[in-house]
Each structure stands twice: as structure tokens, then as C-alpha cells.
């Protein structure tokens, strides 16, 4: 039998017998059951609250009150352990290129019926810039990426139960910077005027200038601005 799992016993017809071939009474004897499991007659059952080795006794008694008592050695077994389980979902994480990133897998992540949760550990490949240490993911990511790192919960008898963590590293967009002063510019009244901002008056440290634009406000009289180019004729100084 085991802690804690239904347990049935019935006494075989064939042990006992009675030399006048007279008609016995079979039972089991209360007083010698483990707590949790009880009689029904020849029957024992139940959940056994405790392990250990216990003595059944059956009783057989025949028509004319003689008796006899067997005894039946039982034992019972400490519950088997249950494997912990997930309890819920892992959120995806998210990095920054650059930042410094620190995630730790909870332990309240994982559940055990009969026991407790001892550790969590991260295995996997991370990416550019980062580490495992046991249940953490930490450092600051170089490159954008996206990966899967495996949750492993082991309980306090050794049993394991997985769950996927997913990491992504995503990159900021940064604002181009100003890489070469723009002169301040002279233009004439009554004089044709151009002027085409120059394509490296400006840089982007992590990606590329896709266009250049002259605001259209405080523009002298005769002057327009159309992209990155000023022109026109001004009227008045």
C-alpha cells in the first residue's frame, strides 16, 4: 500500500478451513489497522494516513463460536512524489541594445503538491551580451536578436518540469545628430538664391539620414523652401 493512495484488501476464501467442514465467519479485526483504512468484513480499505510495516489480523470463526486469527504483514509506502508543474506562462521579455537587462525566473512560476520548489534554472543561448546564472538572465545586449531560454523547477526529491522563456532584444532608435556646422548664408535682394543643405551636415549613429528638410517658417519674402533646398528671389532685407 501507499501513503495516501486507495489501498483494498480482501481475505481469499481459501485461508481458512474448517476440519468439520462447518461454515466460518471471516473478518479482520479493527484494532490491528493502520489510521486511514477501515473494515467492511473480510474486506479491508481505505488511504493509509502513514508509511510503515504493519500486522493485518483476520479473524475466522466457525458455527460453533471457535476462533482463529491469522496474521497478514502489510506495508505501506511513503507517497510516491508528484512532479511539480507549471502554473502559469512565462511573459516574454524584452531588451533593450545597449541597456543594461536583468530577469529572474520566480520560483511562484512553478507549483508542488507534496513538497516545495528547492531551485529554478536557466539553460539555453543567449544572446550578444548577455549570461545565465541559475535562475537569472542579465547583462547588456549588443545586437538585436530574439531567442529561447527552457525554465527548469526541480523540487525538493529531485523532480523537474520545463517551461519556455522567450527573450527579445530590440534596438532604440537613436536621433541623427548635427556632424558639420551649417555657415550662416547671404543671399541678395533681387537675386536669384539657392541653397541645398549639404547631405553631411548630419549623421545617425545607428542607421542612415533618409532625408533633409528646410523648415518653411521665417522665410524672407521671395524665398521658399521645397526639401532640402532654399531658393528664390528675396524682396526685402
Do not use: C, M, W
Not at 473480510?42 to 491469522?70: C, E, K, M
Not at 512532479?83 to 521579455?93: D, M, R
Not at 545586437?143 to 522567450?166: E, K
Request: overall charge neutral; cysteine-free; proline content about 8%.
Amino acid at each position: 500500500a501507499t501513503v495516501g493512495d486507495v489501498f483494498t484488501y480482501t481475505i481469499p476464501a481459501n485461508t481458512f478451513r474448517d476440519p468439520e467442514n462447518g461454515r466460518l465467519t471471516v473478518v479482520f479485526l479493527p484494532d490491528s489497522l493502520p489510521g486511514g483504512l477501515g473494515v467492511q468484513g473480510a474486506t479491508v480499505t481505505g488511504r493509509p494516513l502513514a508509511a510503515g510495516q504493519f500486522t493485518l489480523r483476520a479473524q475466522a470463526r466457525d458455527s460453533l463460536g471457535a476462533a482463529r486469527v491469522h496474521r497478514i504483514p502489510l506495508l505501506v509506502q511513503g507517497a510516491a512524489n508528484k512532479i511539480p508543474v507549471v502554473a502559469g506562462t512565462l511573459p516574454v521579455q524584452t531588451a533593450f541594445v545597449g541597456q543594461a537587462f536583468q530577469y529572474t525566473v520566480p520560483t511562484s512560476a512553478f507549483y508542488d503538491e507534496d513538497g516545495t520548489i528547492a531551485a529554478v534554472t536557466l539553460t539555453g543561448t543567449p544572446s550578444a551580451g548577455l549570461t545565465l546564472n541559475g535562475a537569472k538572465v542579465q547583462g547588456t545586449p549588443t545586437a538585436s536578436a530574439s531567442f529561447n531560454l527552457t525554465a527548469t523547477a526541480t523540487d525538493n526529491s529531485g523532480a523537474t518540469v520545463n517551461t519556455p522563456l522567450t527573450v527579445n532584444v530590440v534596438r532604440i532608435n537613436q536621433a541623427p545628430v548635427v556632424a558639420n556646422s551649417i555657415p550662416a548664408q547671404t543671399a541678395t535682394i533681387r537675386q536669384a538664391y539657392t541653397f541645398t543643405l549639404p547631405t553631411n551636415a548630419f549623421s545617425d549613429p545607428d542607421g542612415t539620414i533618409a532625408s533633409r528638410t528646410i523648415l518653411p517658417t521665417g522665410l524672407p519674402a521671395g524665398l521658399t523652401a521645397s526639401g532640402a533646398t532654399l531658393s528664390g528671389t528675396p524682396t526685402v532685407d
